[in-house]
């Protein structure tokens, strides 16, 4: 077990390692001329080389990156060239939002997609078949139009939420229910409706096994099978799914983060996007593929736990 | 006796096209429809609405409905309708080059990389896993910062994010054909890679790859809407989400202008989804595999009008005087179809089993033996149900006792020994302790008196070293070790009936004979009644007092095993062992014996 | 004497390891046997014993690191995969499992006709050519615009063998041809084989796992175990009185369809086991 923590880790190391090369390098050189863009056609040509020069631009590519990463493992991004503000005080003011909605979305995500899963598969009849229906159009609706939904009927009509604004948690609890309520439910319907189809589709799977009659056949009760057995079985393959929904929340977070105004990390990608905020947007890029890492890691050590065979792998 | 002629095949099955399924089928119908009309509008858009989707006027600002503009304008004062016909044009098309991209990286990929394996594999493999971790919206959003606003750059950069979705599928199909025996045979029949992939892998991957494209085009569409939404698309193009930004702007003045697009935009991936569950489920249903008929018998004789033969007892059978343990009269077991009618597998079954006796059921594939063993059991998988007869176990009726009941019974009175071994056990658990949880609740003891249980169980079993099998996990175990764990966890409670399915089937001759020497031992020892499931005559001459030979669901001859060997008088009976290869002629010299055979037999 | 169709000297086949500097997997370690014209060589071993390696070998499908194979004289173990496939129509193939060994998707007649493209056969010759191929094993012409799942186990494997007669092979491997069939239906398909041989003068390596299946149709029979042959020679002899004490432990353990005889088989076997282990020979026969 320990082999295989150490190997995840590493491969977890690596990945964040490439992502963050590759992100630079088309960053910098698709940037084209950088100084340009920041001070706008009018500035002359001096003054746009004096700030080539400021920035370090005028170095070969590889010196520059370097450069970054010696900063960067000691977390120092740099600074941003819009508001000269660090980038990584930046990041981190913004990061407890983010993640009290994302994570907030992943757990209610997987609570009630393997209840909703177990139910379906266990059930079958009409509960399947409606479990089904709906799973799919959760799927299908993008998470943003849901979002949209969300707000004009439960914030703009019905009043019952605030529609836009972030309460911090330490400040008022029940203000940072109302405000994160909205943006959780929005984010979680897309990821339920995925992870519940899987948690079915393995649980009916699982229930399939000729191991099921067998453990019967010694005198365990149905529910005891199910709920020792077969979940643990059927675990696996929707923490796969519940991984590749992490990132997909993730992303939805950008858009949702926009439509109820939550200062999170949403926020900043969209301004240092249209800003061209490189240093901003390459310290965005690695800790969301941190955050992507460490789930990715966590799910994998719970599929370990699960499932004796994964860890030969 | 054995003739050469075939059976009579089937009347040929219905084949219809996929196309044509899924225009039989009310929600394929539906989406096509809708999507075809969607196209048919961006295409034709210029003939819907005369006017300019961009043309700005600063007097129409949020403007209402009027003549020639049926939807209004928007804060830019242009026609709502115009923009949102025209929109379709873009959406779609910046969907399909997302799409087109994602598949073509995809499928070769997949095609390459599962084909071939080697280093191509883990390389692709990988990327597809990188390409996989990043949210699409942030990449794009980067990609923006650095390239500007185009969104035909976007769409193609999010489909090389998306051909992970066609690599991975194309690859799981490819790599789960690529070691079909079909493959082979074709490549021993002399095919190149090119016709193999051509002809035997593509067709494969196809159906799946449509499904996916139409997933994945809504998953495009949806992400470019969300990237105009933020404002970060191209502002000169008319595009769904760039509506629904203006939109949401000013939803307080006018709450109306986000409903259009929003609409527009949910119908299209609702459709597009739908569309590829429709095509899922045809597929899925034309895939399901029927249920192999019996032709063997149909082919030789007609047997149904030939009476049931029952012998009487010998003098062996007729020394067996257990108390009788279980009595089945009249057994009928039925499986629900979906068209609400009932398909009965077993007919009209009765046996007895006295203590110490062992009951061979004998019969070939669908010969129902097996689902009279689970109904035994109350085991039948799903859909499969008792519809008549009674198995009085011990004075009870196990076909009316309930579950709770059952539960208490199976394990203590009533055990069972699969057929597959490795199947059999949970993967997920060690061994020791799928014999322990069971025996807990058995018996109710302890959880350190079930552990020193099952190492005597174990030991008892002729398991070498019981401590070390009790840690291990099923996977490190091999087949016949296995296959005495789960007669280890079948005699755990003693019980007083065995119900063994084919025990030794899956097993090497010689570690059959082990198995079949255990079973013998522990049914003397613990003096167990057992009803052995099996399609194997020598099997049944090892171990069987009484025999029925079962035959499409009914017992057609039952009686002490040697009258079933020496005085069959079934007519199925009498060809099952007619077929019977052991002991028969061997094939003889080819020519005359060869120095060069004998020489080498020996060195090699 | 006639001179041997196919001659197997000392093959080795080794399957690499998954692993860092693992040792390969040797399946094969060093086998020789020899198949005449018209002649059908038994396979018989347990799993892992390395009979379907070395059909696979002989296909052309696994990897042989030692040793030679001769075809008519002509080694044919390191061939390029351009000229492997022109032996296509010299040695074919019918495998185990009659539910994975034909294409799913494919009508009966596609699949009839792959190997004909070989050859250059096409249109109505190939129809032609189908049409005698049902024919030959008893299936109904009208088969050829069937899917494979049409058909019953017994069935399919009359189309595996009408696909590997169409090419008319001197050599069919036949690997558990008949072990996934109903004992009846394994019977018959059993009897075709047979006839096949004797109208046409094709040659067999016919590998399975049971001592009477291979009794049955064998005119030489070779054991195996842990990747060798222990004992090689006429089918009667080998089949009814074995001498290598491994051979001697897999006869006496199948059971026999009778109960008497099988009581005195049982007392047979135990008593071998017990001279066994007093030689010490039984390594490797516990399960």
């Given at each position: 077990m320990f082999g295989f923590i150490l190997r995840r880790l590493l491969s977890g190391v690596v990945l964040l390692f490439v992502i963050s090369t590759l992100a630079y390098m088309l960053l910098y050189v698709g940037g084209g001329n950088i100084a340009r863009r920041i001070l706008g056609q009018q500035?002359?040509?001096?003054?746009?080389?004096?700030?080539?020069?400021?920035?370090?631009?005028?170095?070969?590519?590889?010196?520059?990156?370097?450069?970054?990463?010696?900063?960067a493992v000691t977390g120092d991004f740099g600074t941003s060239w819009f508001t000269g503000e660090m980038v990584s005080s930046g990041i981190t003011s913004r990061l407890g939002v983010t993640l009290s909605i994302v994570i907030g979305a992943t757990v209610i995500t997987a609570i009630v997609a393997v209840i909703i899963g177990v139910w379906a598969a266990v059930r079958g009849g009409w509960v399947d078949k409606v479990v089904q229906g709906v799973s799919i159009l959760g799927f299908a609706i993008p998470g943003f139009l849901i979002a949209l939904g969300l707000v004009t009927l439960f914030a703009l009509n019905l009043k019952w939420?605030?529609?836009?604004?972030?309460?911090?948690?330490?400040?008022?609890?029940?203000?940072?229910?109302?405000?994160?309520?909205?943006?959780?439910?929005?984010?979680?319907?897309?990821?339920?409706?995925?992870?519940?189809?899987?948690?079915?589709?393995?649980?009916?799977?699982?229930?399939?096994?000729?191991?099921?009659?067998?453990?019967?056949?010694r005198g365990l009760s149905f529910n005891r099978v199910v709920f020792k057995h077969v979940l643990r079985n059927a675990g696996g393959p929707a923490l796969a799914v519940l991984a590749v929904q992490f990132v997909g929340l993730l992303g939805g977070a950008v858009i949702v983060e926009r439509i109820f105004a939550i200062p999170g990390l949403g926020q900043v990608a969209v301004t240092a996007t249209s800003q061209g905020d490189i240093p901003m947007v390459m310290g965005l890029v690695v800790a969301i593929a941190a955050m992507v890492v460490i789930i990715n890691l966590l799910i994998d050590l719970l599929q370990g736990w699960l499932n004796p065979k994964v860890r030969l792998a | 006796m054995i003739d050469l002629t075939p059976a009579t095949i089937p009347p040929k099955a219905q084949r219809t096209s996929l196309f044509v399924r899924l225009l039989k089928n009310p929600v394929g119908l539906a989406s096509m429809i809708f999507l075809t009309l969607l196209v048919l509008s961006a295409i034709f858009a210029p003939l819907l609405t005369s006017v300019d989707p961009n043309q700005a006027s600063l007097q129409d600002f949020l403007g209402p409905a009027r003549e020639g503009h049926p939807l209004g304008f928007d804060s830019a004062g242009r026609d709502v309708f115009a923009r949102l016909v025209y929109a379709g044009r873009f959406s779609l098309a910046g969907g399909l080059l997302a799409l087109v991209i994602a598949a073509v990286i995809g499928v070769i990929g997949g095609l390459l990389a599962g084909y071939y394996r080697g280093w191509f594999d883990s390389v692709s493999s990988w990327l597809a896993g990188l390409l996989m971790a990043m949210p699409a919206i942030v990449v794009l959003l980067a990609a923006?910062?650095?390239?500007?606003?185009?969104?035909?750059?976007?769409?193609?950069?999010?489909?090389?994010?998306?051909?992970?979705?066609?690599?991975?599928?194309?690859?799981?199909?490819?790599?789960?054909?690529?070691?079909?025996?079909?493959?082979?045979?074709?490549?021993?029949?002399?095919?190149?890679?090119?016709?193999?992939?051509?002809?035997?892998?593509?067709?494969?991957?196809?159906?799946?790859?449509?499904?996916?494209?139409?997933?994945?085009?809504?998953?495009?569409?949806?992400?470019?809407?969300?990237?105009?939404?933020?404002?970060?698309?191209?502002?000169?193009?008319?595009?769904?989400?760039?509506?629904?930004?203006?939109?949401?702007?000013?939803?307080?003045?006018?709450?109306?202008?986000?409903?259009?697009?929003?609409?527009?935009?949910?119908?299209?991936?609702?459709?597009?989804?739908?569309?590829?569950?429709?095509?899922?489920?045809?597929?899925?249903?034309?895939?399901?595999?029927?249920?192999?008929?019996?032709?063997?018998?149909?082919?030789?004789?007609?047997?149904?009008?030939?009476?049931?033969?029952?012998?009487?007892?010998?003098?062996?059978?007729?020394?067996?005087?257990?108390?009788?343990?279980?009595?089945?009269?009249?057994?009928?077991?039925?499986?629900g179809q979906p068209d609400g009618s009932v398909k009965t597998v077993v007919h009209d079954v009765s046996l007895t089993v006295r203590r110490g006796e062992v009951h061979g059921l004998i019969g070939e594939s669908g010969s129902g033996k097996t689902q009279t063993a689970w109904s035994i059991l109350r085991l039948l998988p799903e859909g499969g149900h008792i519809t008549g007869g009674a198995i009085v176990f011990e004075g009870k009726d196990l076909a009316e006792a309930s579950e709770r009941e059952m539960d208490r019974?199976?394990?203590?009175?009533?055990?069972?020994?699969?057929?597959?071994?490795?199947?059999?056990?949970?993967?997920?658990?060690?061994?020791?302790?799928?014999?322990?949880?069971?025996?807990?609740?058995?018996?109710?003891?302890?959880?350190?008196?079930?552990?020193?249980r099952a190492l005597e169980l174990l030991s008892h079993v002729g398991i070498p070293n019981p401590q070390r099998t009790f840690n291990a996990y099923p996977h490190e175990?091999?087949?016949?070790?296995?296959?005495?764990?789960?007669?280890?966890?079948?005699?755990?409670?003693?019980?007083?009936?065995?119900?063994?399915?084919?025990?030794?089937?899956?097993?090497?001759?010689?570690?059959?004979?082990?198995?079949?020497?255990?079973?013998?031992?522990?049914?003397?020892?613990?003096?167990?009644?057992?009803?052995?499931?099996?399609?194997?005559?020598?099997?049944?001459?090892?171990?069987?007092?009484?025999?029925?030979?079962?035959?499409?669901?009914?017992?057609?001859?039952?009686?002490?095993?040697?009258?079933?060997?020496?005085?069959?008088?079934?007519?199925?009976?009498?060809?099952?062992?007619?077929?019977?290869?052991?002991?028969?002629?061997?094939?003889?010299?080819?020519?005359?014996?060869?120095?060069r055979a004998t020489t080498q037999g020996a060195q090699s | 004497m006639t001179e041997p169709l196919l001659d197997v000297k000392n093959v080795i086949v080794e399957y690499p390891v998954k692993g860092f500097r693992k040792d390969p997997f040797r399946a094969l370690k060093g086998v020789s046997l020899d198949i005449r014209p018209g002649e059908t060589v038994g396979l018989v071993g347990e799993s892992g014993s390395g009979k379907t390696t070395l059909g696979r070998a002989v296909l052309g499908l696994a990897p042989v690191t030692g040793g030679e194979i001769l075809y008519k004289g002509k080694d044919i173990a390191h061939l390029g995969r351009r000229e492997r496939r022109s032996l296509s129509s010299d040695i074919q193939v019918v495998f185990q499992d009659p539910y994975t060994s034909l294409n799913p998707s494919l009508t009966i007649e596609q699949i009839l006709v792959e190997p004909l493209t070989m050859r250059k056969i096409e249109?109505?010759?190939?129809?032609?050519?189908?049409?005698?191929?049902?024919?030959?094993?008893?299936?109904?012409?009208?088969?050829?615009d069937r899917l494979p799942r049409e058909f019953s186990g017994g069935q399919r494997q009359r189309i595996a063998i009408a696909r590997a007669l169409a090419l008319d092979p001197a050599l069919i491997v036949c690997d558990e041809p008949v072990s996934a069939l109903d004992l009846s239906t394994q019977a018959r398909v059993l009897d075709l084989f047979k006839e096949i041989q004797e109208r046409t003068g094709v040659a067999y390596l016919f590998v399975s796992h049971d001592l009477a299946v291979v009794r049955h149709l064998s005119h030489r029979v070779a054991v195996m175990f842990h990747g060798e042959i222990v004992e090689w020679g006429d089918g009667d002899q080998v089949t009814s009185a074995p001498t290598h004490p491994y051979t001697q432990r897999l006869f006496l353990a199948a059971p026999v369809p009778d109960p008497d005889r099988q009581e005195v088989r049982r007392a047979d076997r135990d008593r071998l086991l017990a001279e066994q282990k007093a030689q010490g020979l039984q390594a490797g026969a516990t399960a």
């Amino acid at each position: 077990m320990f082999g295989f923590i150490l190997r995840r880790l590493l491969s977890g190391v690596v990945l964040l390692f490439v992502i963050s090369t590759l992100a630079y390098m088309l960053l910098y050189v698709g940037g084209g001329n950088i100084a340009r863009r920041i001070l706008g056609q009018q500035a002359t040509a001096e003054t746009v080389a004096q700030k080539t020069t400021e920035l370090g631009l005028d170095r070969p590519l590889l010196v520059q990156y370097i450069d970054w990463l010696s900063h960067a493992v000691t977390g120092d991004f740099g600074t941003s060239w819009f508001t000269g503000e660090m980038v990584s005080s930046g990041i981190t003011s913004r990061l407890g939002v983010t993640l009290s909605i994302v994570i907030g979305a992943t757990v209610i995500t997987a609570i009630v997609a393997v209840i909703i899963g177990v139910w379906a598969a266990v059930r079958g009849g009409w509960v399947d078949k409606v479990v089904q229906g709906v799973s799919i159009l959760g799927f299908a609706i993008p998470g943003f139009l849901i979002a949209l939904g969300l707000v004009t009927l439960f914030a703009l009509n019905l009043k019952w939420f605030k529609p836009t604004g972030y309460v911090p948690l330490t400040e008022s609890a029940t203000g940072w229910l109302a405000t994160v309520t909205l943006p959780i439910i929005a984010l979680a319907i897309g990821g339920i409706a995925g992870v519940a189809q899987q948690v079915r589709g393995s649980v009916v799977d699982a229930l399939q096994r000729d191991y099921v009659r067998t453990l019967r056949s010694r005198g365990l009760s149905f529910n005891r099978v199910v709920f020792k057995h077969v979940l643990r079985n059927a675990g696996g393959p929707a923490l796969a799914v519940l991984a590749v929904q992490f990132v997909g929340l993730l992303g939805g977070a950008v858009i949702v983060e926009r439509i109820f105004a939550i200062p999170g990390l949403g926020q900043v990608a969209v301004t240092a996007t249209s800003q061209g905020d490189i240093p901003m947007v390459m310290g965005l890029v690695v800790a969301i593929a941190a955050m992507v890492v460490i789930i990715n890691l966590l799910i994998d050590l719970l599929q370990g736990w699960l499932n004796p065979k994964v860890r030969l792998a | 006796m054995i003739d050469l002629t075939p059976a009579t095949i089937p009347p040929k099955a219905q084949r219809t096209s996929l196309f044509v399924r899924l225009l039989k089928n009310p929600v394929g119908l539906a989406s096509m429809i809708f999507l075809t009309l969607l196209v048919l509008s961006a295409i034709f858009a210029p003939l819907l609405t005369s006017v300019d989707p961009n043309q700005a006027s600063l007097q129409d600002f949020l403007g209402p409905a009027r003549e020639g503009h049926p939807l209004g304008f928007d804060s830019a004062g242009r026609d709502v309708f115009a923009r949102l016909v025209y929109a379709g044009r873009f959406s779609l098309a910046g969907g399909l080059l997302a799409l087109v991209i994602a598949a073509v990286i995809g499928v070769i990929g997949g095609l390459l990389a599962g084909y071939y394996r080697g280093w191509f594999d883990s390389v692709s493999s990988w990327l597809a896993g990188l390409l996989m971790a990043m949210p699409a919206i942030v990449v794009l959003l980067a990609a923006r910062a650095v390239l500007g606003p185009s969104m035909w750059l976007s769409m193609a950069i999010f489909g090389v994010m998306l051909s992970p979705a066609f690599f991975r599928l194309v690859y799981a199909s490819v790599t789960a054909v690529r070691d079909e025996l079909y493959i082979d045979a074709a490549r021993v029949s002399g095919l190149s890679d090119g016709s193999i992939i051509g002809r035997h892998i593509l067709t494969v991957v196809r159906a799946p790859a449509i499904i996916q494209s139409a997933m994945v085009l809504g998953i495009a569409i949806a992400i470019q809407a969300g990237l105009d939404f933020l404002g970060l698309g191209d502002m000169t193009i008319p595009t769904w989400g760039t509506m629904l930004n203006d939109g949401f702007t000013n939803i307080y003045k006018e709450p109306l202008l986000i409903l259009w697009p929003s609409l527009i935009l949910a119908l299209t991936c609702m459709a597009l989804t739908l569309l590829a569950n429709a095509m899922r489920d045809e597929l899925e249903r034309s895939a399901k595999p029927k249920k192999r008929k019996p032709l063997i018998a149909t082919a030789l004789m007609d047997f149904s009008k030939v009476a049931a033969v029952t012998h009487a007892d010998d003098a062996r059978t007729a020394a067996l005087t257990g108390e009788v343990l279980l009595n089945i009269s009249d057994l009928s077991v039925g499986y629900g179809q979906p068209d609400g009618s009932v398909k009965t597998v077993v007919h009209d079954v009765s046996l007895t089993v006295r203590r110490g006796e062992v009951h061979g059921l004998i019969g070939e594939s669908g010969s129902g033996k097996t689902q009279t063993a689970w109904s035994i059991l109350r085991l039948l998988p799903e859909g499969g149900h008792i519809t008549g007869g009674a198995i009085v176990f011990e004075g009870k009726d196990l076909a009316e006792a309930s579950e709770r009941e059952m539960d208490r019974i199976r394990g203590k009175k009533i055990a069972y020994i699969p057929q597959e071994p490795m199947s059999n056990l949970d993967s997920s658990f060690t061994i020791g302790s799928q014999l322990v949880e069971p025996m807990r609740i058995c018996l109710g003891i302890s959880k350190k008196e079930a552990t020193k249980r099952a190492l005597e169980l174990l030991s008892h079993v002729g398991i070498p070293n019981p401590q070390r099998t009790f840690n291990a996990y099923p996977h490190e175990v091999s087949g016949g070790m296995a296959q005495r764990v789960l007669i280890a966890g079948a005699i755990s409670c003693e019980p007083d009936l065995l119900i063994a399915d084919e025990p030794t089937t899956a097993l090497d001759v010689t570690v059959q004979a082990e198995i079949l020497q255990l079973l013998r031992r522990l049914q003397a020892e613990l003096n167990m009644g057992v009803v052995l499931v099996t399609h194997n005559f020598g099997v049944v001459a090892d171990l069987c007092d009484r025999v029925s030979v079962m035959r499409e669901g009914r017992v057609i001859e039952s009686g002490p095993v040697r009258a079933i060997f020496k005085a069959a008088r079934h007519p199925y009976t009498q060809s099952l062992l007619n077929a019977i290869l052991e002991e028969g002629e061997p094939r003889g010299e080819l020519i005359a014996p060869t120095t060069r055979a004998t020489t080498q037999g020996a060195q090699s | 004497m006639t001179e041997p169709l196919l001659d197997v000297k000392n093959v080795i086949v080794e399957y690499p390891v998954k692993g860092f500097r693992k040792d390969p997997f040797r399946a094969l370690k060093g086998v020789s046997l020899d198949i005449r014209p018209g002649e059908t060589v038994g396979l018989v071993g347990e799993s892992g014993s390395g009979k379907t390696t070395l059909g696979r070998a002989v296909l052309g499908l696994a990897p042989v690191t030692g040793g030679e194979i001769l075809y008519k004289g002509k080694d044919i173990a390191h061939l390029g995969r351009r000229e492997r496939r022109s032996l296509s129509s010299d040695i074919q193939v019918v495998f185990q499992d009659p539910y994975t060994s034909l294409n799913p998707s494919l009508t009966i007649e596609q699949i009839l006709v792959e190997p004909l493209t070989m050859r250059k056969i096409e249109g109505k010759a190939a129809a032609r050519r189908v049409a005698d191929l049902l024919d030959q094993v008893g299936l109904p012409s009208d088969a050829g615009d069937r899917l494979p799942r049409e058909f019953s186990g017994g069935q399919r494997q009359r189309i595996a063998i009408a696909r590997a007669l169409a090419l008319d092979p001197a050599l069919i491997v036949c690997d558990e041809p008949v072990s996934a069939l109903d004992l009846s239906t394994q019977a018959r398909v059993l009897d075709l084989f047979k006839e096949i041989q004797e109208r046409t003068g094709v040659a067999y390596l016919f590998v399975s796992h049971d001592l009477a299946v291979v009794r049955h149709l064998s005119h030489r029979v070779a054991v195996m175990f842990h990747g060798e042959i222990v004992e090689w020679g006429d089918g009667d002899q080998v089949t009814s009185a074995p001498t290598h004490p491994y051979t001697q432990r897999l006869f006496l353990a199948a059971p026999v369809p009778d109960p008497d005889r099988q009581e005195v088989r049982r007392a047979d076997r135990d008593r071998l086991l017990a001279e066994q282990k007093a030689q010490g020979l039984q390594a490797g026969a516990t399960a």
